[in-house]
């Protein structure tokens, strides 16, 4: 059995775990170390979203100065915690853990390299009710200074992904994430990839990888109107004042949800060239997992000096 049947297979066996078995304990356990995010105060949006139940799981490949972060999202099941879902299919919550399985496959697969080194994280949480659960309405205050609102609970993986983010940010030269993140990519593309970046040659280096790998994935934009619709209007006149800290909202209403929603992870990402790979519509099918883009990954990171 080739090492992307067996990463497949994996992904599928954790996928099809009941929630209750794969906690998120359970799933951070899978990497080569994990941390309590009750014990790292950096760990703003696992706390939130998780509460005592939420660990950051991380492996690191090779020894090279030269680092790639990729990061899967690992939310082991999502009731949407106060902006709770509809009840109809909510049982499929349990695979918004796919990115997490997704990113320990690959590094399965990954051929390391002496002159280069891959980060893998996953912050794993379950999106449901705890002693302190958070609000809409509350205000998070990131390690960097970004301070975010909840607008909407159910925009939960954003939140642990930026935890991710700025554990490597300033030491990764390219970052990538991949996550079950928005419904709104599922509309946009269908059963496909979601792809978005801010690095044009990235993008299109990934995107000819996929095609050649016959994984189904389109790049969506990036535009200044995204960026823009996340900003919290009522805080411009503190930014004339000097506060040049961002102040951004965690879900915006409207169209353009999987654009919105890698607006606000571009804040966290900064200059870093960044590969974004939204999987909602492609990571699992008649409630079975698929493995999209464990190939195209594989062969992406296996490709790279």
């Known amino acids: 059995m080739t090492n992307i049947k067996k990463g497949k297979k994996l992904i599928i066996e954790l996928g099809q775990m009941p929630p209750n078995v794969l906690t998120p304990k359970v799933l951070a356990g899978k990497f080569q170390h994990s941390i309590h995010a009750a014990l790292d105060e950096g760990l703003v949006g696992l706390r939130a979203v998780g509460g005592n139940k939420a660990y950051m799981g991380n492996t690191v490949l090779g020894g090279g100065n030269k680092i790639t972060a990729l990061i899967g999202k690992g939310v082991t099941f999502d009731s949407g915690g106060i902006s709770i879902k509809g009840g109809a299919n909510m049982k499929d919550m349990k695979f918004d853990m796919l990115g997490a399985a997704t990113v320990l496959a690959v590094g399965n697969a990954y051929i390391q390299k002496p002159s280069s080194t891959l ?16 609000r809409p309405g509350d205000i998070l205050t990131y390690p960097d200074g970004t301070r975010v ?3 909407n609970t159910d925009a939960e993986g954003r939140l642990i992904l930026a935890d991710a983010i700025l554990k490597v940010r300033g030491e ?31 993008a299109e280096e990934f995107l000819a990888v996929a095609e050649a790998e016959g994984e189904r994935a389109w790049r969506l934009p990036l535009w200044k109107e995204h960026r823009e619709a996340i900003d919290i209007k009522w805080e411009k006149e503190k930014k004339k004042k000097g506060d040049t ?49 464990l190939k195209s990954l594989v062969t992406f990171l296996n490709g790279r000096d």
């Open 119 to 134: 980060a893998i994280l996953a912050p794993c949480a379950e999106n449901t009710f705890h002693d302190n659960t958070y």
């Open 149 to 151: 609102e909840v607008d």
């Open 172 to 202: 990764a030269g390219l970052i990538i994430t991949i996550a079950t993140l928005t419904g709104a990519a599922a509309a946009a593309v269908g059963e496909a990839t979601a792809v978005l970046s801010n690095d044009d040659g990235v």
């Open 245 to 293: 800290s961002a102040f951004i909202s965690n879900c915006v209403r409207g169209g353009a949800g999987a654009s919105t929603a890698a607006a606000f992870l571009e804040v966290f990402v900064g200059n870093t060239p960044w590969l974004h790979l939204d999987i909602a519509g492609s990571a699992y099918k008649d409630g079975v997992p698929t493995g999209a883009m």
